[in-house]
């Protein structure tokens, strides 16, 4: 009896059954790993957050304070900046201490002004040039508190441990219970996270600094990267002839894509700083490493972008008179733009998150002031997360994990940007 044909033989069935089957593995691995994956993001995003999000609250604490004219403004002239030297700190001091009139040693006193910020006593004076009316009277204020109370009180400090183990006594337990209790214990809303910059107490530090510094270090990479590297391209693409020299160029620049950035920070630091002098700790300084870091990303992601253009574009364009720089201009590169741009932000989003070269170029200094030109001293987002993940303070890491989740924010609002452009201008041939 002749066999049926290849199609139904049974070595011919088993073989694809076979074959299905390593199929359906191939496929459960890949659902695997996606899962791994998504998974492992979910842990990382989760534990990030979850540590990350009592920064943005802080606590307070509620003091009758007597504004003594005796302290405040001795002269009696009400000058703003006789105001400034007011004795702010005793003022709170005496609000305290009356408050709790069988604190009398020195030691316990030293322990019950602990339970507020050092930035208290700048609020007062705040207070007071906002409203010079309240000299002579007695008003309740709220008050930033120390970074111990603030932790005690959103629980990332334990109660239920011995007295040598916490960094709050038995007493100021005792005394945060009491404002508690009496309603003079609250957390609110912490906009100085924004807006201010490092400080060596947890409670006072922000990123308003960093963020600032980021601005321009960003700002100054975008405006020499993105048309150098646009120039380069569109060269080496559209002009350049292709011999060795352009063979050479093009090895290279693909090489430097993938140089690891703190080489760059060496380059940095050997050209800007040591040959050219310029200030350490700078914007422009950063900007300008991380612009020999962004600019070979920009080019290779515009060279392929003008390579998409199809050449019947570049032929009508000649075909009606058009000189090479006007096709180049005003066809080839309007269409290529929204790849150009995807490359340019995708190169943008990985210098907002380099911490290496800026590290070499010497912008890990502790920065108070929130810089306002390239030439300030000024530090960046990622480089303050690393401070603040090497200090012994255990108020900082709330801060830390803060700090990254606003990076993350800027990153994927950054790469979602770049999505959304080449989605919506790009044209498929």
């Known amino acids: 009896?002749?066999?049926?044909?290849?199609?139904?033989?049974?070595?011919?069935?088993?073989?694809?059954?076979?074959?299905?089957?390593?199929?359906?593995?191939?496929?459960?691995?890949?659902?695997?790993?996606?899962?791994?994956?998504?998974?492992?993001?979910?842990?990382?995003?989760?534990?990030?957050?979850?540590?990350?999000?009592?920064?943005?609250?802080?606590?307070?604490?509620?003091?009758?304070?007597?504004?003594?004219?005796?302290l405040i403004d001795p002269s009696g002239s009400g000058e703003a900046k006789q105001l400034a030297k007011g004795k702010y700190g005793r003022a709170l001091r005496q609000a305290l201490f009356a408050k709790f009139p069988d604190v009398v040693e020195r030691a316990e006193r030293r322990n019950l002004t602990q339970l507020f910020s050092k930035a208290a006593r700048f609020e007062l004076r705040e207070m007071i040039l906002d409203q010079p009316d309240w000299i002579g009277t007695t008003q309740r204020v709220w008050l930033?508190?120390?970074?111990?109370?603030?932790?005690?009180?959103?629980?990332?400090?334990?109660?239920?441990?011995?007295?040598?183990?916490?960094?709050?006594?038995?007493?100021?337990?005792?005394?945060?219970?009491?404002?508690?209790?009496?309603?003079?214990?609250?957390?609110?809303?912490?906009?100085?996270?924004?807006?201010?910059?490092?400080?060596?107490?947890?409670?006072?530090?922000?990123?308003?600094?960093?963020?600032?510094?980021?601005?321009?270090?960003?700002?100054?990479?975008?405006?020499?990267?993105?048309?150098?590297?646009?120039?380069?391209?569109?060269?080496?693409?559209?002009?350049?002839p292709k011999n060795r020299l352009t063979d050479f160029i093009e090895v290279n620049i693909n090489n430097l894509a993938a140089v690891p950035s703190i080489v760059f920070g060496l380059l940095g630091l050997a050209i800007f700083i040591q040959l050219f002098e310029l200030p350490r700790s700078t914007a422009i300084v950063g900007g300008l490493t991380l612009m020999l870091m962004t600019l070979p990303t920009i080019i290779i992601a515009t060279r392929a972008a003008l390579a998409a253009v199809p050449p019947s574009i570049r032929e009508a364009a000649h075909g009606v008179g058009a000189s090479p720089v006007q096709v180049v201009s005003h066809h080839v590169l309007p269409l290529a733009m929204p790849g150009i741009m995807?490359?340019?932000?995708?190169?943008?989003?990985?210098?907002?998150?380099?911490t290496a070269p800026l590290l070499m170029i010497g912008m890990v200094a502790f920065i108070v002031d929130i810089p306002s030109a390239p030439f300030d001293s000024a530090t960046a987002l990622?480089?303050?997360?690393?401070?603040?993940?090497?200090?012994?303070?255990?108020?900082?890491?709330?801060?830390?994990?803060?700090?990254?989740?606003?990076?993350?924010?800027?990153?994927?609002?950054?790469?979602?940007?770049?999505?959304?452009?080449?989605?919506?201008f790009e044209t498929r041939w």
């Open 1 to 70: 009896m002749i066999e049926k044909g290849w199609q139904t033989s049974e070595r011919a069935t088993r073989r694809l059954k076979k074959r299905y089957r390593r199929e359906r593995r191939l496929k459960a691995a890949g659902i695997l790993a996606i899962g791994l994956a998504l998974g492992v993001l979910v842990l990382l995003l989760g534990s990030v957050i979850s540590r990350g999000y009592p920064a943005f609250v802080k606590t307070e604490i509620a003091l009758e304070i007597t504004f003594d004219a005796r």
């Open 342 to 354: 995807t490359g340019t932000i995708i190169g943008m989003a990985r210098a907002l998150g380099e």
């Open 144 to 240: 930033t508190a120390a970074s111990d109370v603030d932790m005690l009180t959103k629980g990332s400090l334990p109660r239920d441990v011995p007295q040598a183990e916490r960094r709050l006594n038995d007493q100021q337990l005792a005394w945060v219970d009491h404002f508690e209790a009496a309603g003079n214990l609250r957390t609110v809303f912490n906009g100085g996270f924004f807006t201010g910059s490092d400080s060596r107490e947890p409670e006072l530090a922000g990123i308003g600094g960093a963020l600032a510094g980021s601005f321009w270090t960003l700002l100054i990479t975008l405006v020499l990267a993105f048309p150098l590297g646009v120039a380069a391209a569109v060269y080496l693409q559209e002009f350049a």
């Open 382 to 424: 990622p480089v303050q997360i690393f401070l603040w993940a090497d200090s012994p303070e255990r108020g900082f890491e709330e801060k830390m994990s803060a700090a990254i989740i606003v990076l993350l924010a800027f990153l994927i609002i950054m790469n979602a940007l770049a999505v959304i452009l080449r989605r919506r």
